[in-house]
Nanobody
Framework: VQLQAYGGGVVHPGGSLRLSCAAS????????MAWYRQAPGKERDLVAG???????NTVDTVKGRFTISMDNAKNTVFLQMNSLKPEDSAVYYC?????????WGQGTLVTVSS
């Protein structure tokens, strides 16, 4: 399974970005898909997750600003990020879980700066 994440970039505070994660297999075969992020010197943390049944959740720090969604026909998971803050700056990683197997995308850098 390969995950290709893209869509990062540089944005001003208050701006928006949409990250995409394309998988080499159907997400319907997965148990769970998610976005994580890792800022310099910090641990990699969960941001949002979604199941093939389209049950989605986001962590409190981004709730109301970030939305995770998926397009099963394109095997793609999205992370819509609005009202971005400097503290959202990080490398964002796509993640998928199938049974005991875990898969990571290569990461895409998001920088929020004025």
């Amino acid at each position: 399974v390969q995950l290709q994440a893209y869509g990062g970039g540089v944005v001003h505070p208050g701006g928006s970005l949409r990250l995409s994660c394309a998988a080499s297999v159907s997400f319907l075969d997965m148990n769970f898909m998610a976005w994580y992020r890792q800022a310099p010197g910090k641990e990699r943390d969960l941001v949002a997750g979604i199941t093939p049944a389209n049950r989605a959740n986001t962590v409190d720090t981004v709730k109301g600003r970030f939305t995770i969604s998926m397009d099963n026909a394109k095997n793609t998971v999205f992370l819509q990020m609005n009202s971005l803050k400097p503290e959202d700056s990080a490398v964002y990683y796509c993640y998928a879980n199938l049974g005991s197997r875990r898969y990571w995308g290569q990461g895409t850098l998001v920088t929020v700066s004025s």
